[in-house]
T-cell receptor, first 113, second 112 residues
């Protein structure tokens, strides 16, 4: 069975702090995709990143970076120098080759000024 | 171009009423997905279409839930005889065949 676990329910930081959101996944598939989505208070899920199971290179996009480690089945997300606008619920998700997404429970990030 | 759109954005129904939720996917997107998101939870898969074919409906919680996509574009999720436990946000997403899913704003359904 496929499963995604985001153990951190809520995180609160002060602006400019770095913060890491954890994601651990379970799957028996050898080919799969991992995603991060952001859900701001407006409610719409915003796509952030997609990685396939064969590409373990870490990725950086501005203040965002992702650390994919197959050995520990983890796909963690770090925000550097957090800003108030980063406050949202962040979801990690797993799919096999374009099928349905299996989401974690989400981590609510609160960045205080 | 336009993203995924959903209507209505909010729907209040009395218990026992039927409701219909509409999703307009991104033009050219072959795949369309419906998810249900309860308050404080992650979205949960309901059903999946590739063009007009419903390839997976394993997530539909009961036979009161029905989805269709007759012409391979717009999709409708219908819930018959709504119950209070159906209250949730219903999210629609579309994608190319094997690609990232892009989500609409959702329809918040409240059953009184």
């Amino acid at each position: 069975a496929q499963k995604v676990t985001q153990a951190q329910t809520e995180i609160s930081v002060v602006e400019k702090e770095d913060v890491t959101l954890d994601c651990v996944y379970e799957t028996r598939d050898t080919t799969y995709y991992l995603f991060w989505y952001k859900q701001p208070p407006s409610g719409e899920l915003v796509f952030l990143i997609r990685r396939n199971s064969f590409d373990e290179q870490n990725e950086i996009s501005g203040r965002y970076s992702w650390n994919f480690q197959k050995s520990t089945s983890s796909f963690n997300f770090t925000i550097t120098a957090s800003q108030v606008v980063d406050s949202a619920v962040y979801f990690c998700a797993l799919s096999n080759q374009g099928g349905k997404l299996i989401f974690g429970q989400g981590t609510e990030l609160s960045v205080k000024p | 171009g336009a993203g995924v759109s959903q209507s209505p954005r909010y729907k209040v129904a009395k218990r026992g009423q039927d409701v219909a939720l509409r999703c307009d996917p991104i033009s050219g997107h072959v795949s369309l997905f419906w998810y249900q998101q309860a308050l404080g939870q992650g979205p949960e898969f309901l059903t999946y279409f590739q063009n007009e074919a419903q390839l997976d409906k394993s997530g539909l919680p009961s036979d009161r839930f029905f989805a269709e996509r007759p012409e391979g574009s717009v999709s409708t999720l219908k819930i018959q005889r709504t119950q209070q436990e159906d209250s949730a946000v219903y999210l629609c997403a579309s994608s190319l065949v094997v690609d990232t899913q892009y989500f609409g704003p959702g329809t918040r359904l409240t059953v009184l």
